[in-house]
């Protein structure tokens, strides 16, 4: 079994490379990659696609790797390996990014990527630090997950989906944020689960033995 965490320049992949490495040892889910070569995401089981930054800079920054791309397209779309999209590596999963500039994404969940505004103006933009999810859909990788677990953002923008069965969790800031979406082999986290302690790990763990 192979996971690959794709690598296009957007972000340190230190600690999502090391807490994916510790749950795959815990979990038995084989090796764990970190590449930008379409031929090592072509032969991955699962796909992790991180991301920092901008929309339309991780989406510049992707489409300029050749086949890169296309490779994780492939992958997810027709062979349907399971993927997950971490900060702006799930906003991408969207139809459009309205960051800066209205950017297409991937389309694969329906939805906007909209800036974050809070019915509390004493609460800042972007949104960083600790908040407690809220779990709106069962899903296998919620296994052991719970309302009111804690998980660590940092962002401006959020996902605003089209379908609310795709939103399968939220957070309070005075407004509801999406956390995690999902359908089919697809799931995407607006939270870093490498740096959400004990409730990350246990979403990267239920992730490396999730079988769609």
Not at 66 to 82: D, K, N, Q
Not at 124 to 134: A, C, R, T
């Amino acid at each position: 079994m192979l996971t690959v965490l794709v690598d296009y320049d957007s972000g340190n992949l230190h600690s999502a490379e090391k807490a994916f490495q510790r749950m795959a040892l815990e979990t038995g889910a084989g090796e764990v990659l970190v590449s930008s070569r379409p031929e090592d995401v072509a032969r991955a089981d699962r796909i992790v696609l991180p991301g920092d930054g901008a929309f339309p800079a991780c989406r510049r920054a992707l489409g300029s790797y050749g086949g890169l791309f296309e490779a994780i397209e492939e992958a997810v779309t027709t062979r349907a390996r399971p993927f997950l999209g971490i900060c702006v590596g799930m906003q991408m999963m969207a139809t459009w990014g309205r960051e800066y500039q209205d950017t297409k994404g991937f389309d694969w969940i329906a939805g906007e990527v909209v800036k974050i505004t809070p019915a509390d103006a004493a609460l800042k933009v972007p949104h960083m630090g600790w908040n407690d999810l809220v779990l709106d859909h069962p899903h296998p990788v919620l296994a052991g997950i719970r309302t009111g677990d804690h998980a660590y953002f940092v962002h401006s923008y959020h996902f605003r989906v089209e379908n609310p069965a795709h939103r399968l969790a939220h957070a309070d800031y005075a407004g509801e944020i999406t956390a995690i979406i999902g359908r089919d082999n697809m799931l995407g986290m607006q939270f870093h689960p490498e740096k959400s302690q004990a409730t990350g790990l246990r979403l990267i763990g239920n992730f490396l033995r999730w079988t769609p």
